[in-house]
C-alpha cells in the first residue's frame, strides 16, 4: 500500500467511526427511535393519518428512561423489565414499537396477562378495536382467580401514589374499546365488572363516567340518575380530576363552562381538555344539541392529542354524525 492510498483508508475508518457515534447518539439502544423522525401510527376513525414525532429536547427525559429499561432487560431478561420497554415506547407515541414488544412478552410468557393488558390498550390508541378486546378477553381471563396486582406508574401522579390496578385496566380498557365500537351492551357488562375491582374513589369516577355514559347510550337514563347518587363533592380525587368534573356536571354541581375553562400550555392540560371536552360533547348530544356538541368534539379534535381516550371517542361521534 502506497503513502496515498493509506491516507484515504485512514480517512474511510475515520469518516466510519464518526458516524458510528453519531448514529447512537441519535438513535435508542432499540436502534428503532430516531428523534425528529415522523413516523405513521394509524389511520383515525374520520379518515386522517396520525404520526410520531420524538422530540429530543422535550423528551429527553423518555428517551433516558427507555434507554434505562433497555439496560434491566439486558442485565436480567424478566417479564416486567420487558414490559417496561414497551410502556416506555408508548410513553413516547411509538405504538408500533410497544405493540412489537408486548408481542414479544406475549410470546415468550404466554399465561401472563399483563402483556395482553398492555398491548390491548396500544391497540386502542391505533384504533384497532377488535384486536384489543380480543388481547382484553385473554387477559381477563387468564387474570381470574387473581388477587388485585396494583400497577406502578410510569408517569406518577401529583402525589406519586399508584392508584390502578391491573384487574381495573384490563376491564376499563376492554369497556372503552366496546363503546368505540358503539357495542354499548358490551361495554356496559366491562364496566359492571370494572366497578368491581374500582378501589379508590379515582378509579370509581373513572368507571362511573363511562358506564354513565353507556347507560344514556342504551337509553337507559334512570339507572344513569341513580349511578350519580354515590358521587359526593368531597371525594378524594388525585389525578382523574377531568372524570370528576364531568359527573359533577351531570349531576349539576358544575356549568358546562366550567368545564372547559383550561389552559393548554402542556400536555397535562391537553389531555384535561380533550377528557372534560368529549364529555361537554356527549352530555350537548344527549340534550338533543348536535350542532353545539359537533362543534365541541371538533375543537378537541384541534388539539391534535390523537391518542386520548377523548379525543378518540370525539372521532367516533362526528364520523356518526357525519354519516347521519
Not at 344513569?224 to 347518587?229: D, F, G, I, M, V
Not at 388539539?303 to 377523548?310: E, L, P, R
Amino acid at each position: 500500500m502506497n503513502l496515498k492510498s493509506g491516507f484515504f483508508v485512514l480517512l474511510l475508518l475515520i469518516f466510519v467511526a464518526c458516524s458510528g457515534r453519531d448514529e447512537n447518539i441519535q438513535k435508542s439502544r432499540n436502534n428503532f427511535i430516531v428523534p425528529e423522525e415522523k413516523v405513521f401510527q394509524a389511520t383515525s376513525l374520520l379518515g386522517d393519518s396520525l404520526f410520531t414525532i420524538v422530540d429530543s429536547v422535550s423528551q429527553k427525559d423518555q428517551l433516558v428512561k427507555l434507554q434505562d429499561a433497555e439496560d434491566a432487560y439486558s442485565d436480567n431478561s424478566t417479564l416486567e423489565n420487558l414490559i417496561w420497554i414497551g410502556r416506555r415506547e408508548a410513553y413516547l407515541s411509538r405504538y408500533d414499537l410497544a405493540i412489537r414488544t408486548f408481542t414479544k412478552a406475549i410470546s415468550e410468557h404466554p399465561d401472563a396477562y399483563e402483556p395482553y393488558r398492555h398491548r390491548g390498550h396500544r391497540y386502542i390508541s391505533i384504533r384497532k378495536f377488535d384486536k384489543a378486546i380480543e388481547d382484553f378477553n385473554t387477559a381477563s381471563q387468564l387474570m381470574e382467580g387473581v388477587e388485585i396486582q396494583i400497577e406502578e406508574d410510569g408517569m406518577p401522579n401529583k402525589l406519586n401514589i399508584p392508584l390502578s390496578n391491573i384487574q381495573f385496566n384490563v376491564w376499563y380498557h376492554l369497556g372503552l374499546a366496546h363503546y368505540l365500537k358503539a357495542d354499548w351492551e358490551n361495554a356496559l357488562k366491562a364496566y359492571q365488572e370494572c366497578l368491581k375491582v374500582s378501589n379508590n374513589d379515582d378509579l370509581i369516577v373513572a368507571t362511573l363516567d363511562w358506564y354513565y355514559m353507556t347507560l344514556q347510550k342504551l337509553g337507559r337514563d334512570s339507572e344513569a340518575r341513580e349511578l350519580l347518587k354515590s358521587i359526593k363533592v368531597n371525594m378524594e380525587i388525585i389525578e382523574n380530576d377531568a372524570y370528576f368534573k364531568r359527573l359533577l356536571l351531570y349531576k349539576g354541581k358544575l356549568t358546562p363552562e366550567a368545564l372547559l375553562s383550561v389552559e393548554m400550555t402542556s400536555d397535562e392540560q391537553k389531555l384535561q381538555y380533550v377528557t372534560q371536552g368529549y364529555g361537554l360533547g356527549n352530555y350537548y348530544l344527549s340534550q338533543g344539541d348536535t350542532s353545539q356538541a359537533k362543534s365541541i368534539f371538533q375543537n378537541v379534535i384541534k388539539t391534535g392529542y390523537w391518542s386520548a381516550f377523548g379525543y378518540i371517542a370525539s372521532e367516533m361521534e362526528l364520523a356518526k354524525l357525519l354519516n347521519e
